[in-house]
């Protein structure tokens, strides 16, 4: 039996991440834009001990097929992911807070300033998902008609992190000395400018603010594809994996962490949190039973409509109840690659028609029905099998359904040694066991 501890990340959606989550939902039918629920929500987390509280993010609405997209909360009435963390990091007081934002749409002056103050307003509890987009509904918000491509949105990226890496070590740790004896306010000695002049920026400064209490935000990222593997390999300190089975987890986790010695970083500088949902019952039947009543519920044009967008196919004028035809796949993905081949994976194994096509998948997740025991005994054999170092949980039923996972599935992880009992740090990177970097400059 290993003790190595479970990581676990919350992938918070206010009424829950189940297509039909929120017609069952206990919250506030206006959740979405209720910072008291929000901060309700994190708070019930951080109960859990949850190292992580996660806000996805897109900036953009759906601009079209809105008779579609009106059946479905995830999309057009939602908070400004910083902004709520802000107002989350002063109810909270050890969870860690991190949100997405896109190397397409920012600039990396924006993201370093905007993430090293979230950091000092959670006093180290920072993190940043680092992703390039996925949809044109975004690029349009930004000047631009689509995303470019695929391979060139991480080319974007990496060029952006490494700006925004530099401009979190403008000031060394120790720059602010704040002595009225001498009217010093800092160092200037201690000061170092980011020159820059690359291919989509060009910048000459440095940060107005000082070095945050984690030396730098923690890096997230979630590509699956080989470009974005590479760029995880490279940058990444907790990557969400969104692998289906054991065996491709296992997969997934062997080929990443074989990626870092190339950067010269070891295996346990990056900590891989697989996809879970979990449905909780005092049988597995039971919870299955509660399972299937919420996949009943998915409105077929939502159930359609989420399969289209990542197959990046319209699939709408199909007949529900018969098997996708494999000439329906497009022969390549520009938006989330992972997902793409998913969808396209069950249609060319499984044959299932639209309606168990739509039902069947899980966007970059594993739901898993079953009691307290058998759920433990899952996620220790994915953590003991090295397919994960922790589990990126999302709910299909928020708040119900994190408050099971809390009162029942905890206390077993706990009882057997594999989760913490009480917080032992303050930081984010002292949740994860992650290094505090050094800043660049100091001697
Ligand atoms: C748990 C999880 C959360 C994600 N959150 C976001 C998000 O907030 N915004 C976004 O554009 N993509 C999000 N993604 C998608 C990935 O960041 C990535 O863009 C996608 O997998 C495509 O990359 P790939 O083609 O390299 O696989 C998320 C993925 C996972 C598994």
Redesign the pocket.
Known sequence: MTNRQIHL?L?AQPQGDHPAGWLKSRAPLDAATDIDYYRSVAQLAEQGLFDLF?????PATRTDNLHVHSRNPEYNNRFE?ITLLSAIAGATHHIGLG??A?TSFYEPYNIARLFASLDHISHGRAGW???????DY?ARNYGLDKLPP?DER?VKAHEFYKLVESLWDTWEDDAFVYDRESVTYYDPAKYHVTEHEGKYFKLFGGLNIRRTPQGRPVII?????????N?AAETAEVV???DPTLAAGKKFYADLKGRLAQFGRSPDDLKI?A?LSVMVGESEAEAQEKYQELQRLIHPDVGIMRLSADLETDLSKLPLDEPVPVSMIPAK?N???????MIAEMIRAQKLTLRQLYAAYE???VTLCGTPVSIADHMMEWMESDAADGF?M?FHVVPDDLSDFITKVVPELQRRGVYRKAYSGNTLREHLGLTRPANRHSR
């Open positions: 990340g992938l996660f806000i996805a993010d897109t992911p949100a997405t896109s998902n680092i992703v390039t987009s996925a949809n975004a695929h991480y990222q979630a590509g699956s594809s080989e470009t974005g593997k760029f969400f994996a969104s949190l996809g993905a938006f989330h690659q992972s997902y793409f081949n966007r970059g997740k990126m999302s």
